[in-house]
């Protein structure tokens, strides 16, 4: 994968995830290079979601995926493709010892707001993080 540019304003790019295994990594290179100039914070808030939100499609749903990052002035959109339509997230509660359930309870405390819109044969979980 070809290093991106840093990512302007209003620009969006997106990145295609492999089928078979998650390489969660090479696109946390990937959106960590694209948003480069942006304070540390802002920047690992916007890595985590992306990180949950694409693990989520690799554990919940059925691929292909993808994620497309979309930079405005004020924040930063994640969105995370798969082609499991009736599968939906829900915000659950994670118990005291619990070791799951716990990634969209922190997509909801970093993003400003988050939600899912659902395409023919398929749906998309967004967060946006403020910049």
């Known amino acids: 994968m070809d290093a991106p ?10 990145h295609t995830l492999p ?27 916007v890595l985590l ?18 994620v497309r990052v979309q930079r405005h002035t004020d924040f930063i959109r994640v969105e995370v493709d798969d082609h499991t339509p009736a599968e939906l997230p829900r915000l659950g509660q994670s118990r005291i010892n619990d070791s799951r359930g716990r990634g969209l309870m922190l997509i909801a ?16 979980i967004w967060a946006e993080v403020n910049a």
């Open 19 to 45: 089928e078979d295994q998650p390489d969660l990594a090479a696109m946390r290179v990937w959106v960590g290079t694209l948003l480069r100039d942006l304070s540390e914070d802002v920047r690992l808030d």
């Open 109 to 124: 405390q970093i993003s400003r707001c988050w939600g899912t819109r659902e395409f023919t044969g398929g749906k998309t």
């Open 5 to 14: 540019e840093v990512m302007s304003a209003s620009a969006r790019t997106l």
């Open 49 to 66: 979601v992306c990180t949950e939100l694409a693990s989520n499609a690799y554990e919940h749903a059925e691929g292909p995926r993808a």
